[in-house]
């Protein structure tokens, strides 16, 4: 009986993940190219796909050509920021983005990610409080930030908390008897 490797589990999951949330932003994209070239059947498929992630409030979505777009600008940045820490990952599989001074270093770090995460909703608390008058564009640029600590926050906890996990088991199977004598040299 040959066993599973769960790394295949992992891309599976990363490919459905990112098919799911490319379908919704080139879903919203698609609306209004289908209505502005005559389509509205199809047009308003795409608006009902939609539907099912966002409000859709025509004032609050980003405008082609007097059709808006099929998800909000908040939602459009969340998903936006979310395809941005995925491709990071992608990226960060190869080592490229581990140089201490390299700006992508601070993706290393949880803080960033609550920080993150916190812009958007004290965006939100100030707008819906009526204390700042939010644009398309704040709510497009807290939404990337929101979807980047979102989905990058987590990522990097699990994987952490994955490694420590591998270390210990395999101390205690014996295979890394010098774990602490390596960990010490490290620092």
């Not at 609050?60 to 820490?85: A, E, K, N, P, V």
């Not at 100030?126 to 980047?148: E, K």
């Amino acid at each position: 009986m040959q066993r599973t490797k769960p790394a295949f589990f992992v891309f599976i999951y990363d490919l459905v993940f990112t098919i799911f949330v490319a379908f919704f932003l080139f879903t919203a994209g698609l609306a209004p190219m289908f209505k502005i070239l005559g389509f509205t059947a199809q047009g308003e498929i795409c608006y009902n796909i939609t539907a099912f992630i966002c409000h859709q409030i025509p004032e609050r979505c980003f405008q082609l050509l007097d059709f808006h777009f099929g998800i909000c600008s908040r939602c459009t940045g969340i998903y936006l920021g979310i395809m941005l820490i995925r491709m990071y990952y992608q990226i960060d599989r190869q080592g490229f983005c581990r140089f201490r001074y390299s700006f992508f270093y601070l993706f290393t770090k949880p803080f960033i990610y609550i920080l993150l995460i916190s812009l958007m909703i004290v965006e939100w608390q100030l707008s819906h409080d009526g204390i700042i008058q939010g644009s398309l564009w704040t709510r497009f640029f807290s939404g990337v930030a929101f979807g980047i600590g979102w989905l990058g926050g987590p990522h990097l906890l699990i994987c952490r908390a994955m490694r420590r996990f591998a270390e210990k088991l395999l101390v205690q199977r014996g295979v890394l008897r010098n774990l602490r004598i390596l960990k010490s040299k490290d620092k």
